[in-house]
């Protein structure tokens, strides 16, 4: 009898279940969900992870854990009110390797990488268009608001962006944050899809 139960036991440990099973991911970042959900052990991170979204709830979550361990390193830890998910080390003067080291500690404990990143391509591109798509949707943003010419090909684009030169002798100007024009430009070139 204490062979038979041994068994069944043992065979029991071998099975699947419904709570370690592997989500199903959806949706046009399934496969990130997928590679982020399995890199990291962070079980907060997880349960954000396991449903193929990011709601804002689940984010502000997140940011208090990652507010938390930043804490236990010393470090107080802020998020700009303006739903920037660059956080950033205030209070006394802070030393890049100060930081550095807390990043170290916090940004794997917490599961940082697994979820930022791929919150903010959710918010910038909702439909993982690829690359040269959001570059063309950069340019006809700029297009529309006169900070490049209409004639401007998207090629031509590329080739400025990739040169740092070019690109300042070209845009510099839209860049400082005084001009009227620098919200809009940075729309334009950081989130094309929602930037109008």
């Given at each position: 009898?204490?062979?038979?139960?041994?068994?069944?036991?043992?065979?029991?440990?071998?099975?699947?279940?419904?709570?370690?099973?592997?989500?199903?991911?959806?949706?046009?970042?399934?496969?990130?969900?997928?590679?982020?959900?399995?890199?990291?052990?962070?079980?907060?991170?997880?349960?954000?992870?396991?449903?193929?979204?990011?709601?804002?709830?689940?984010?502000?979550?997140?940011?208090?854990?990652?507010?938390?361990?930043?804490?236990?390193?010393?470090?107080?830890?802020?998020y700009t009110d303006t739903g920037e998910t660059t956080g950033s080390?205030?209070?006394?003067?802070?030393?890049?390797?100060?930081?550095?080291?807390?990043?170290?500690?916090?940004?794997?404990?917490?599961?940082?990488?697994?979820?930022?990143?791929?919150?903010?391509?959710?918010?910038?591109?909702?439909?993982?268009?690829?690359?040269?798509?959001?570059?063309?949707?950069?340019?006809?943003?700029?297009?529309?608001?006169?900070?490049?010419?209409?004639?401007?090909?998207?090629q031509e684009y590329q080739d400025i962006n990739r040169d740092n030169?070019r690109f300042m002798a070209t845009f510099g100007k839209y860049m400082?944050?005084?001009?009227?024009?620098?919200?809009?430009?940075?729309?334009?070139?950081?989130?094309?899809?929602?930037?109008?």
């Amino acid at each position: 009898m204490g062979i038979v139960a041994l068994s069944l036991a043992m065979a029991s440990c071998g099975q699947s279940t419904a709570t370690d099973a592997q989500p199903e991911f959806t949706g046009p970042y399934a496969a990130e969900f997928r590679k982020n959900y399995e890199e990291t052990d962070n079980t907060l991170v997880k349960g954000i992870l396991k449903d193929s979204k990011i709601t804002d709830a689940e984010f502000e979550e997140f940011k208090s854990a990652y507010v938390s361990c930043m804490k236990e390193q010393g470090l107080i830890w802020d998020y700009t009110d303006t739903g920037e998910t660059t956080g950033s080390a205030t209070g006394a003067d802070v030393s890049a390797e100060e930081l550095h080291r807390a990043t170290d500690v916090c940004n794997p404990k917490t599961g940082y990488m697994q979820l930022i990143p791929l919150y903010d391509s959710l918010h910038s591109n909702p439909d993982n268009l690829a690359p040269d798509e959001l570059e063309k949707r950069a340019l006809a943003c700029l297009v529309k608001h006169g900070y490049a010419p209409q004639d401007m090909t998207l090629q031509e684009y590329q080739d400025i962006n990739r040169d740092n030169d070019r690109f300042m002798a070209t845009f510099g100007k839209y860049m400082d944050n005084t001009s009227p024009d620098y919200q809009q430009f940075y729309a334009c070139m950081q989130d094309p899809v929602n930037a109008g």
